[in-house]
């Protein structure tokens, strides 16, 4: 957290670089500085807050089923709309940290209790499946719209990439998941090289930026999941290749985008840089799981978030130790391709030290 | 990712001030938000160093683990203790990075276990998987107080951790699933509190807490698991040992936490105790059971809600005004 002097400190300088058209409101920055110091703003206390309400929406459930109210899915599903809505007020309503923690369990229940009256509800009358991914859909989309809470956005994002996945695999279009993929890997990209246009554009999405870029990442990797274990849902999605090239390509305008901060200039360093790139990422074209992973870790490195860049490096061991094992070859030639990948690593990084060498001469 | 200037206070000030995007860009750059060109250099060697070499050894092993029917089983056992030799005297008279040093150990370190399975593989010694995963962790242990690399010491930690649960399946078979739990409960516990006793000394890096943070996880949901589990089943499986532990764990830890002003020990350590009381409270009331589950609802809304409170207090308290 900083202080004063902190804050002090780079408000002048903005106000140099800027010139004198630069305004801003003291009082609101320092009253909100303060109010984030009291409420959720260490990665673990947001992880408890998300595990309390896992933990309590269970103890709810077990609840319903036991006092036997989930005879009425009407009263369900209103109750639901009730907590959801009920979660947003008390967050907007009490700016502290009991707010988070009461709403995030509200949040996580209304969720449950809609999915779970809705499907009662239309049941016997048409398609549950579908309509429960829709109204969740629907609701999710409101919440990242309209809450005003970071852990409900992020929440929320996740909600939605279950029901857009609910329907796409209820209705067996499994080859749909690469137009998520897609979207998935485009919004990353977006929001990992735009951060500073989309913070100023408004205050909306300054607050959402970061819960919905961390949704966006377990989204992906969700979803990446689902590729490298069909069986799961007894999916069948094929043209992997699909995903994968879009997903390289999304890598390679990263790595030049990082490119082009640097200070390298040099043709030949250039070409030798995009050359091994290609070589990296070429063979996992077939297997988008890889570039996935590689391109949550990279985006997150490049940004500085701590948090998205241990979820793409977990993500990215976990997808390469499968990749390797479902090669459909003998383990000796899975022994030759990992030596040879290994030393094609090790060589890089002699050569990446003899290049650091003579740069630093 | 070193980070100088919070990311919290530029998002402050972009939302309440007409700061432009050009200027919010390149202060996320010069306050050491974003990465650097030497982060990317430092990043880009560790990760071709740690994928090489891991990519090398899962290769040796997939090189022995294949079939080899015609090769005789001393050229087997020579290749590999040829490697082992190879890599342990490269680590031994390595004169540049220590880094690079300890890497090599660690590809050491697995290919004693790769030895010992190969070894096994030839001569069908009847051993039990026990024995094998002994016999990997026993002979490491002098690379592993030598190297003091946080990755080794991971590794061994899992080794030592996969040899006692074996112990327990395969020779020691009269002990408990709590007593199993607890004894994991202690060995993972007893691996933080050297850790945080040499950090306190400043001989490790401070920096890099993923090691702690993980033992202590593991250790964290083994008592918490045994104490529910209790709960549940008869008390003479342990003799309520789960309970002096867990207790014990929770007044050091908090202490602890306090003290080196850490919330990541503030929030698992309550997390767990709310899980085991919401446990208690499910256990002493079987009989009315709506009551019971509305009561634990509330019981761990409210504590969550406590704790929070209590943690954001603290984290003002200890950095300050924001």
Redesign the interface.
Known sequence: MANTNQLDALLHGIAQEQGEGFTFDRASIEQEAQQNSLRISQLAVKVLVILGGFLGASTFLGFLVAAGLYNSPIAMATLGIILLAGAEWLIRNKKESTADSVGVSFNIIGYILLAVGVGQLVEEVMDSGTVVALVMACAATLLILFSHSGICTFLAVLVLNGSLLGLLFIHKIYNGAHALIILQGAILIFMSLNEAKLIAASAKLNTKYGPIRMGVIFSLVITLGLFVHQKFLSSAIGYFWVSGLFLSGCLIYLLHRVLQNTDITNIKTKAAFYTCCLLILTPTVVAPSVPGALLILLSSFYIGHKPGFWVGLLALAYFVILYYYDLNLTLLAKSGVLVASGLFFLGGFVLLNRYLKSYAN | ?K?N?????????????????????????SG????S?R???S???LF??G?????????????F???WADMHKFVKLGLIELLLVATTGAALLWKGSRTIKNVLLTGSTVLVGVLFAVFGQIYQTGANAFDFFFGWTYFVVLWVLVANFQPLWFIFLALLNTTFILYTQQVATYFTFNAVLDVLFILNAAAVLIWEALATRGKVSVQHRWFPRIISLAAITAITISMIVLLFSSFRDDNGIAYILGFGMYGAAVWYGHRIKD??YL??I??SA??VG?AII?RLGEHM??FV??L??LF??GS??F???Y???L??EW????
């Not at chain 2, 919290?8 to 919010?24: C, D, F, K, T």
């Not at chain 2, 950095?319 to 924001?322: I, L």
């Open positions: 990712m980070n200037l919070p990311r919290e206070l530029i998002y402050a000030v972009a939302r309440h001030s007409n700061w432009n995007p050009a200027g919010i860009d390149a202060r996320l750059r050491n938000v974003y990465a060109a982060n990317w250099g990043f880009l060697r071709l160093l994928t090489g070499a891991s990519f090398t050894v899962a290769g040796i092993i997939f090189f683990a294949y079939n919330l990541f929030s698992a309550p997390f709310i899980s919401t499910i059971e709506e589950l509305m634990a609802t761990v809304i969550i809600t704790l929070v409170q943690l954001g207090k984290n003002r950095h300050g005004k924001y």
